[in-house]
């Protein structure tokens, strides 16, 4: 199985501040990558899918980045409204694996 | 989109079985791969199993493999997870999802339901 792993494991930030979480595949993946955030009680939504595109309706603040085994998430100003946890996901090979995900706060 | 919504949750025995459903709509079912993904008590997100859009391939994380089916009926837009020999540790949400593109040989799973619980304990 393709070992997905993320840091950091939590954060917390101020309003307007950028954020940055970090996403490692233990092996190649190409840009087969998801990144999902997750509020309690709601079901998990997709922010990016292709490593680095954003999905339609999806505040650009929100960005991604990498290729291979190193992916990077960027909220470039947190807001409230993110307080979430973010997993990233591989669909290179199956079964389907998810990074352990970030929990972002806001001070 | 579209919208899913998953059913037939709720608390049995280890050892029991159990059958999820989950139905779609607003969006042309049998053109997208189908997924279930759970989540622990507590715990992160786990891919469980996953079956193309013409319901020729199937493909399920090995701790469940040999307990578990998936299956779907186009005919009634719907997927289905029948879970056998249930355990302690297959406490959790479960989640559908859809795939993001149509008739896709890489099924990724993107668009998710509300999800439904199921606990095992005796």
């Known amino acids: 199985d393709i070992q997905m792993t993320q840091s950091p494991s939590s954060l917390s930030a101020s309003v307007g501040d950028r954020v940055t979480i970090t996403c490692q595949a233990s092996e190649d993946i190409s840009d087969y990558l998801n990144w999902f955030q997750h509020k309690p009680g709601q079901a998990p939504k997709l922010l990016i899918y292709d490593a680095s595109n954003l999905e339609i309706g999806v505040p650009s603040r929100f960005s991604g980045g990498g290729s291979g085994t190193d992916f990077t998430f960027t909220i470039s100003s947190l807001q409230p409204e993110d307080i979430a946890t973010y997993y990233c996901q591989q669909y290179d090979n199956f079964p389907r694996t998810f990074g352990p995900g970030t929990k972002v706060d806001v001070k | 989109q579209g919208q899913l919504v998953e059913s037939g949750g709720g608390v049995v025995q280890p050892g029991t079985s159990l059958r999820l459903s989950c139905a779609a709509s607003?969006?042309?079912?049998?053109?997208?791969?189908m997924h279930w993904v759970r989540q622990a008590p507590g715990k992160g997100l786990e891919w469980v199993a996953v079956i193309l859009y013409d319901g020729t391939n199937k493909f399920y994380r090995e701790s469940v493999q040999g307990r578990f089916t998936i299956s779907r009926d186009n005919s009634k837009n719907a997927v289905y997870l029948d879970m056998t020999s249930l355990r302690a540790e297959d406490t959790a949400v479960y989640y559908c999802?859809?795939?993001?593109?149509?008739?896709?040989?890489?099924?990724?799973?993107?668009?998710w339901g509300p999800g439904t619980l199921v606990i095992v304990s005796s």
């Open positions: 607003e969006f042309t079912f049998s053109a997208f791969g």
């Open positions: 999802l859809r795939d993001r593109v149509s008739y896709s040989a890489r099924p990724s799973g993107t668009y």
